[in-house]
Nanobody
Framework: QVQLVESGGGLVQAGGSLRLSCAAS????????MAWFRQAPGKERKFVAA????????YYGDSVKGRFTISRDNAKNTVYLQMNSLKPEETAVYYC?????????????????WGQGTQVTVSS
């Protein structure tokens, strides 16, 4: 079993930056993917970014390419999401997720483990 804990959310002005962290503990694995999703009130949970835990390959949703960067620190069992040039419409609860399988998925249903979420609010 894997436990995920997000941190780093908060209030930021439009155009600003924020870095989220996700610390993994418990029965971690050396392969598979960790990802970030976000969900605004009344909306579906949407894919933001993912990283392969062993190789470090990264993948992004179209709307965040060039502005967000996902990275990992294997020694700390932590994944990060650096968010730059934030927009008000990106206000949402941001969730860290993990899956043990060696192929990428952008579907929330394919991720086995989830953190509790951290609120990101971007003001106009």
């Amino acid at each position: 079993q894997v436990q995920l804990v997000e941190s780093g959310g908060g209030l930021v002005q439009a155009g600003g930056s924020l870095r989220l962290s996700c610390a993994a503990s418990g029965r971690t694995f050396s392969s598979g993917y960790m990802a970030w999703f976000r969900q605004a009130p009344g909306k579906e949970r949407k894919f933001v970014a993912a990283i392969n835990w062993s190789g470090g390959s990264t993948y992004y949703g179209d709307s965040v390419k060039g502005r967000f960067t996902i990275s990992r620190d294997n020694a700390k069992n932590t994944v990060y999401l650096q968010m730059n040039s934030l927009k008000p419409e990106e206000t949402a609860v941001y969730y860290c997720a993990a899956r043990r399988y060696a192929y990428l998925s952008r579907r929330s249903d394919d991720y086995e483990y989830w953190g509790q979420g951290t609120q990101v609010t971007v003001s106009s």
